[in-house]
């Protein structure tokens, strides 16, 4: 396996409890074949909760891009961002395609999950929208304080309805950007297919169990629902999760996501240059990679995704194709719990 090229990833499925609506596969220019399922997780080096190895990328030759990490640390994710990280990307990148409106469910934050999880990474997320139906909506953070124990009945009681009527819904249209910090509850609504930037983890608080069960990350729903966001948010603080999106060139994602991962909206006609350790998602069109790598320029269309090491060195992205480039925090970024917003 040769480090110092980009890298075509297939897809990757791990089966889910929940169904997709083929537009994954479309997307990828994939026959959707059977139930098709909802989640692609690419460049993966992490698992699904208590389900290790599913969830994990394999490479061409077979190991686990996580082993392939580890074994050289240095060549995948350069030598700034291992002093700073270690051998750990600091990013999970997927495709989610929303047939149903998913479970409303929160993340926990970096502080809770190394008192109760044992691990550095919470999972704040982000939702880049490619492609949705008319009138399709996510929902996020509670408009008015919610009481612990009034969330702690909801859960027990499964109302779901109350949990939907207390969330602000945003409508959202292709090339709309969400930041959803760790600890706010949220859903996202049906008809969607979107990119999603996550912290490196499978952790999950569901607060409507829907199809799944359990949900409560072994803790217990009195401790798990410790990590609730259960404030009031205004829509003037909530208008600070909404990043530039994908409409233009640059940055997609707003300020506030910058401790957590990194997303850049580039287009082949400004023959944008891209160097060091991330994943590139070709959202539209058709154009190639050019570089000093090894071998010829690494030709993509729409639907393509490759991990790009360090050690590929700065390439170029050319031709008639728009693509979002997915980075971990830089290596001096601050680490607070979750975005300060
Ligand atoms: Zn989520």
């Known amino acids: ?6 890298m075509l990833l297939g897809p990757n499925q791990p089966s889910q409890a929940y169904p997709g609506g083929g537009r994954g596969a479309r997307f990828r220019g994939l026959d959707a074949q059977g139930s098709p399922e909802p989640e692609d997780w690419i460049a993966s080096v992490t698992a699904r909760w208590g389900q290790a190895p599913s969830g994990l990328s394999v490479l061409e030759d077979g190991t686990t891009l996580k082993d392939a990490i580890e074994a050289e640390p240095e060549a995948f ?10 051998a750990d990307p600091f990013l ?14 929160c993340h926990p934050d970096r502080s809770f999950a190394q008192a109760h999880l044992g691990c550095a990474h919470g999972k704040t997320e982000a939702w880049l929208v490619l492609e949705a139906e008319p009138g399709a909506e996510v929902y996020l953070t509670f408009r008015r304080e919610v009481a612990r124990d009034e ?6 009681r499964q109302d ?51 199809r799944f069960q359990g949900g409560d990350l072994g803790l217990g729903f009195d401790v798990a629902l410790g990590c609730v966001d259960r404030a009031a948010w205004s829509l003037e603080r909530l208008s600070h999760l909404l990043g530039p999106g994908l409409g233009q060139h640059g940055a997609v994602l707003p300020g ?16 944008d240059r891209i160097a060091g350790f991330g994943v ?33 060195g700065p390439m170029e992205l050319r031709g008639d194709v728009e693509g979002i480039w997915c980075r971990p925090p830089a290596p001096d970024a601050p680490r607070p719990a979750r975005p300060e917003v």
């Open 1 to 6: 396996m040769r480090i110092d090229t980009p």
């Open 160 to 210: 779901v309805d109350r949990m939907l009527e207390a969330l602000h819904p945003i409508a959202v249209q292709p090339g709309s950007a969400v930041l959803v910090p760790a600890g706010v509850p949220h859903a996202i609504g049906a008809g969607i297919l979107l990119v999603e930037l996550q912290e490196p983890t499978d952790f999950s608080v569901m607060l409507e169990q829907g």
């Open 280 to 312: 590139l998602v070709v959202v539209d069109g058709v154009g190639e990679l050019a570089g000093e790598f090894p071998g010829r320029p690494l030709p993509l269309r729409r639907g393509a995704t490759v991990l790009v090491p360090y050690a590929a």
């Open 256 to 271: 506030a996501a910058d401790p957590f991962f990194r997303a850049e909206h580039l287009l082949g006609s400004a023959s």
């Open 77 to 86: 994710l350069g030598p700034d961002h291992v002093a700073a990280f270690g």
């Open 151 to 156: 969330l702690g009945d909801w859960v027990s």
């Open 92 to 105: 999970l990148v997927k495709l989610l395609d929303s047939a149903e409106r998913l479970v409303v469910h």
